[in-house]
Each structure stands twice: as C-alpha cells, then as structure tokens.
C-alpha cells in the first residue's frame, strides 16, 4: 500500500510539473513583444554584405532576449506614414541617405522630427552625404546629421581609439572611458557636425595605426544625437566590418541604442 502510495505522489509531481512547464513556455510564446523594430539593410548587403549578416544573426539573438518583433526591408519602397507608425525603432542598419522615395523622405522626416512613432538608430552608411550613383544630396538628412557633407575615408581600414564624450547618456552606459575599433575606415567631413548636434563619442586620430593622413584636425565625432528633433536619434558611425560583433563595447552600444531609441523605460533600465 506504501509502495502505491509513493507512486501515485510521484505520478502526481511529474504531472504538476510538466503542466507547469507547458504553461511557462506557451505563455513566454504567446507573450506580447514589447516593442516592434525595423530594420533597413541594402540587398546582398553590397560591400557591407559581412556585416549585415553579422548583425542580422545577432539581432535575432538580441529580439528573443529582449522581447521585441524584428521585420526587414531592402529599399524604401515600403516607407510612408503608415508603415513606420507601426514600429518604435528603426534602425538604418546598411542604407544610405539616397535612393529613397520622395514618400518615405516626407514619412522619415515626419517621423523624426514630430517624435510621435519611435526612435532612430542610424549606423556608418547613413553620413555618405553627397551626390552619389546619379542621386543628388538630400539636404534635410544633411542637417539631421549636424550640418555635414561627406569628404573621404580610409580605404585600408585603421585601428583606433574611441573615447567616450558624454559619460552618463544611457546609449553609453556600462561602456569603459575608451575602447578600441579594430577596422574601420573612419569617414571624414566637409565640416565638423558639433555645433550642430550632442556629440557622444570621439575617435582618437593620433591612434590610428596605420597612421593616416585621413583626418578632421583632431577633434573626431563618431557617436552623436541630434537633440533638435524629437525623436530619440543616435548615429554611430561604425559599422563596416563583422568584426565589430566580436566587440564588447560596440555590441553594447547598440544593445543600449534600440532599448533607448524604443522609449521603453522598463527596457531601457534593464
């Protein structure tokens, strides 16, 4: 009788536990996103093809852990008033600032400037500001970015130094005093865009190794918010190599860029 007691207990427990596990993971399944993000990569990625794949798996990674929707698109096309109201991050992942539809440059510009629909988070491609494959520059994307025009860049790729400008901004928490990019090419400009904007994060040109004649004059912007606008916007200028997913401190910065950008403060202070 003990025997079939202990058995029917033990029956009892293993069922009550597996009913428990059922309904952890069809709850965590059926849990409501937090919040959506859309990404804008070019198709095949183009010369940036390593990197788009590099952040498309860690994304993946990053939309399970933090609980939010993840769509793709390849071209504006998609772009208007509509469409973007449905999301809180966009993030320009590997898309410049042409080739867009005279619908998705009124949308874009709504979007940032009115701040009704979400956040921006615009990587390395987003400052080839100029005239480009037949396109003309788009002026307003220009002042978005702090005033500035593309001039050139380290076609070798350079090592260097990153410091850290505005220590307490939550895109930077959790990030040392300085860190190190190990290959990148360090887009130069027709002007500074600090006046124009928060600047976040500098390169240090003496760092560069190899050296290169390549430079701003000493006082280097690569991390910025333009603070005129309301929506929560962040450019950062790395993102060329894949290698940059292998980087602690680039991979937190962007871990902490779509938890701002999306206004969620119970993401944010996670």
């Known amino acids: 009788m003990y025997v079939k007691k202990s058995h029917f207990i033990h029956s009892v427990i293993c069922c009550l536990l597996a009913f428990t596990l059922l309904s952890n993971t069809a709850w965590s399944q059926n849990k409501k996103p937090a919040f959506r993000v859309l990404a804008m990569a070019e198709k095949d990625g183009g010369i940036h093809a390593p990197f788009v794949a590099a952040a498309k798996t860690w994304l993946q990674k990053l939309a399970a852990e933090e609980n939010f929707t993840l769509d793709y698109i390849e071209n504006t096309e998609p772009i208007n008033d509509a469409f973007l109201a449905t999301y809180q991050v966009f993030i320009q992942l590997n898309y410049p600032p042409y080739m867009w539809t005279d619908t998705a440059k009124a949308a874009f510009e709504k979007y940032i400037r009115e701040g009704k629909g979400g956040g921006w988070v615009g990587f390395h491609h987003a400052t080839l500001l100029g005239e480009f494959d037949g396109y003309p520059m788009w002026p307003w994307f220009s002042e978005f970015m702090g005033g500035i025009r593309y001039k050139n860049y380290i076609p070798g790729f350079a090592k260097a130094t990153v410091h850290v400008e505005a220590k307490a901004h939550p895109v930077l928490k959790g990030i040392p005093p300085t860190f190190e990019v190990e290959k990148e090419e360090w887009?130069?400009?027709?002007?500074?865009?600090?006046?124009?904007?928060?600047?976040l994060a500098t390169v240090d040109e003496s760092t560069y190794e190899p050296d290169s004649d390549i430079k701003m004059g000493g006082d280097?912007?690569?991390?910025?918010?333009?603070?005129?606008?309301?929506?929560?916007n962040i450019y950062i200028f790395m993102g060329h190599h894949p290698d940059l997913f292998q980087n602690e401190a680039f991979q937190t910065i962007f871990r902490n860029a779509i938890r701002w950008a999306s206004g969620r403060k119970e993401t944010a202070l996670r």
């Open 220 to 232: 280097h912007p690569v991390i910025w918010s333009n603070e005129r606008m309301k929506a929560r």
């Open 187 to 199: 887009y130069t400009y027709n002007k500074n865009p600090r006046p124009n904007v928060k600047v």
